[in-house]
Every structure is written in C-alpha cells, then in structure tokens.
C-alpha cells in the first residue's frame, strides 16, 4: 500500500471536522471540489471508506472516526514543528483567522488591525465575519472573538476591548408621539425594532437597575439581524431600537436618535478573543495574544 499523502490525511481531517465539504473549504480557502478529490485519493491509498456522503450531509464511516481520533494529534504535533521555525524569524509569518459577531467586529477589532498589522509585517489577517456562534475550530478559524456569555468551555479567553454598554433610544418624532419611556415594562406599549440572530434566536432585551434585572419581550414592525437596517428605523421613527452604544453613537451625536432608560442600563464585559487550551499555539496567534495583552499592559508585546 502507497504511503498516503501528508495533505491529503490534512485534507479528510478538515473535512472530518467540519461534516462539509463546503464548510471545510471555506475555512481553508481552497475548492470543495479539491478537498473531495483528495479524500477519494485517500480512501483508494487505504482501500476503506471514510466518509459517508449524500446530497445533505458528510459523516465519518467508523474507520473515518478511528483514524481522526489518531490522527488529529499527530496532525497538531506536524502544524507544531513546522510552526517552530517561526521562533527563529525577526518577526512571526503566517495567516491568523478570526472568527468575529458583527458589533465586535465593528466597535473593537477595527481599532486593532493596523497596529496589529504594522507590527507584525509577515503576518495575514483574515477575519470571518458572522453572528451565527459557529464552532471556530471546525469553521477552520485559529481562534473566536465572544461576548462572556458565548464563551465555549475549555477555552483561554483575552479581553479584546474594555467595558461596553446595550442602549435604548429612539427618533424624538417617535418619543413626541409615544412618551418617553420610564421603566423597561413601559416598551411593551411601545412599537420597537427586534433583533433576531441567524440562528433563529431572538434577543431578549435585558435592563439592570440597583440589583434588579427585568427581560421584556416587546412587539414591533421590524424584526431583522441587520444593525444597520435598524437603527436605520428607529431614525425613521418606526420603533424604539435596543442596541451597542458605540453603533448607535453617530446617530445619537448627530440627535437623530435619543438615548432613553439610560440608568437602567449598566456596562458589561466588552469581547474576548477566545483559543483552545492546547500545548501548541500557532505563532500568528502567539504574536496576536501578546498584542492584547500589551495594549492593555502598556508593555512591549511579547515581554
């Protein structure tokens, strides 16, 4: 039996992980097509089947699930040596892939990539932009950025950025028209803008005063995942929009917008970049770490 080839055990592991040829793809930046073609080599260098395919999903045959149990580490010891080269450069090289919620992506990361970037100099960012809480590792991502509520177990979690804070506000139109809310119940009389997750899941808004905290579910005309589309509304004076502070700020500045039950709403942890536990961290990764925690330090990254 011909030796299988190094990548073609990298390629069914990926794909393994991810039950996608798709999914898998895409977190490598490769074809479908390439990583099928070389799980077909793989199984005719072994002569077994590994994965069971159909039209609507891929599962690992018990042959394909014994050998990614073997695998996978012997995979990370490779990634591992290869990676130590790196210790030897002036600076670490490399792609680091983020897996990043919008609002994180827009009020934290941003501020981060140039500094970043312009001192690690052989280093590619690639940021994956969802609000669906995939699994970052077998979306093929080196690490996620969450809120503390979303944090996975057996995870180190860095803080990316300090406190932030949700916000209510509406157009003055509308707090001409409805009053200005005194108490979360009051929205439930109100017509507001919901946010729904890609998921499916809908947000819950929550209000936090003096130890008391209250979740209202109001009614409204819009429902949407889009930030944009509504705050775009609420400005439109179609409803009263729940929202990140720092995304609704513009409007507000510009008094598009009016911040209401502002002592009903207290700071909370701002989002982590989250990594697996692990003995090995890719140097990309390494150098990213050190970054935050030097910013928020005042130490040179990597002391």
């Known amino acids: 039996m011909a030796s299988p080839d190094l990548a073609d055990l990298d390629a069914f592991a990926a794909v393994a992980r991810a039950r996608s040829f798709r999914g898998a793809a895409v977190g490598r930046g490769v074809s479908a097509s390439s990583l099928s073609e070389a799980v077909r080599r793989l199984e005719a260098a072994l002569g077994v089947r590994l994965l069971n395919r159909t039209t609507r999903s891929v599962t690992a045959t018990e042959a394909g699930e014994r050998l990614l149990e073997r695998l996978s580490p012997a995979l990370a010891e490779v990634a591992g040596a290869l990676d130590a080269v790196n210790q030897f450069r002036d600076s670490p090289t490399g792609v680091l892939k983020l897996n990043v919620p919008g609002a994180a992506a827009k009020l934290s990361l941003g501020e981060l990539i140039g500094p970043f970037l312009r001192a690690n100099p052989g280093i590619t960012l690639e940021i994956i932009v969802e ?16 809120y503390g509520e979303r944090l996975e177990k057996d995870m180190i979690a860095v803080p990316l950025s300090g406190p932030e804070r949700y916000q209510a506000a509406a157009s003055p139109d509308f707090l001409a028209r409805h009053g200005v809310p005194l108490h979360p119940r009051d929205l439930l009389a109100m017509p507001c803008i919901r946010h729904r997750f890609p998921s499916g899941a809908m947000i819950v808004p929550e209000f936090e005063k003096d130890g008391e905290i209250i979740r209202v579910s109001p009614e409204g005309p819009l429902v949407t995942s ?12 179609l409803g009263l929009v729940m929202s990140f502070e720092g ?3 513009p409007a507000v500045a510009a008094g598009r917008l009016v911040p209401v039950l502002e002592d009903w ?5 701002g989002p982590f970049l989250y990594y697996p536990s692990r003995r090995h961290m890719p140097a990309p990764l390494r150098a990213f770490v050190d970054f935050l925690r030097a910013r928020r330090t005042g130490s040179p990254a990597g002391n």
Do not use: C, K, Q, T
């Open 247 to 249: 995304l609704l700020a």
């Open 265 to 269: 709403n207290p700071p909370f942890d």
């Open 131 to 146: 609000d669906s809480f995939v699994d970052v590792l077998a979306a093929g991502a080196d690490a996620g950025v969450r």
């Open 226 to 237: 889009s930030s944009e589309l509504e705050i775009r509304a609420a400005e439109e004076g």
